[in-house]
């Protein structure tokens, strides 16, 4: 009677244990599954970078998202300058929320409302985050852009 209990027991805790060890341990992407962006970061001094791969923007479109947490506002203002400046600090004028699409190199000369842009990137400054949303399709961008427009002006920010 009481080997029957030790092995209701065992199974029980082998159980937690399987349960444990999946939540303390995500699932990561490979690093050639990684957009570029996460790996120019990955390694970067005073940035935490996350990838994640098909972020639900809405109801039926999904898109990869490299989200990057600077540890003060002069490597937050870096980011903002390096992504959409090319680096050109005189462009650059911080704001509490800025938002830009950056077009794709070959999209300059295209007509305007058909063109898809490489990344639309939203940034918080209060936070010191910045996620760069890495666009594929004119759905994937439409949404982005209503979405983060539409909580922009409902929050008043």
């Known amino acids: 009677m009481k080997k029957r209990h030790y092995i209701a027991l065992s199974i029980v805790l082998a159980g937690l244990a399987v349960c444990l060890w ?3 341990h995500p699932r990561q992407l490979p690093y050639d599954q990684c957009s570029e962006v996460f790996l ?3 390694d970067a001094d005073g940035v935490r970078v996350a990838f994640l791969k098909d972020f639900p923007v809405d109801d039926s479109v999904r898109t990869d998202v490299t989200l990057l947490k600077a540890q003060d506002s002069v490597t937050w203002a870096g980011l903002i300058v390096a992504l959409c400046h090319n680096g050109n600090i005189n462009d650059f004028l911080p704001g509490k929320v800025f938002f830009k699409p950056v077009p794709k190199d070959d999209s ?5 409302e058909e063109s898809i842009n490489e990344y639309i990137i939203v940034a ?6 910045v996620g760069v949303f890495h666009v594929e399709t004119l759905a994937q961008q439409k949404s982005i852009i209503d979405k983060y427009i539409n909580s922009l002006i ?3 920010i």
């Open 40 to 42: 120019r970061y990955r």
């Open 154 to 156: 409902t929050k008043n």
């Open 22 to 24: 999946i939540a303390l």
């Open 124 to 129: 918080y400054r209060p936070d010191l985050t």
């Open 108 to 112: 300059r000369s295209t007509n305007q």
